[in-house]
Nanobody, 120 residues
């Protein structure tokens, strides 16, 4: 079993920034982030392959969020800039053995989630 532990969530003002971290117990090929806002279904945010060469962003975060990973530390990061109130959600680290499985319902491993609140 792979364990994922998120950190870095918190309260930030509109336009501010946060950096989320996810530490994995074992290296996994594809990693990324999902989020779930109040009253909404969990949605895909971003994913990255092992080498960091391929990234996929949900349209609303593209240009504002940047995913990266450090395989020596078995960690993945999400730099979130220009935050908006609609970014408020519980953010979940996710990992799958194939990039094609980085979709809701097919994720192999989930983190516990970390709350991000953007105040207006």
């Amino acid at each position: 079993q792979v364990h994922l532990v998120e950190s870095g969530g918190g309260l930030v003002q509109v336009g501010g920034s946060l950096r989320l971290s996810c530490a994995a117990s074992v290296s996994v090929y594809a990693m990324g982030w999902f989020r779930q806002a109040p009253g909404k279904e969990r949605e895909f945010v971003v994913a990255i392959d092992y080498e960091g060469d391929k990234t996929y962003y949900e349209y609303s975060v593209k240009g504002r969020f940047t995913i990266s990973r450090n395989n020596a530390n078995k960690a993945v990061y999400l730099q979130m800039n220009t935050l908006r109130p609609e970014d408020t959600a519980v953010y979940y680290c996710a990992a799958s053995h194939q990039m094609t499985r980085m979709v809701e319902g097919e994720i192999d491993y989930w983190g516990q989630g970390t709350q991000v609140t953007v105040s207006s």
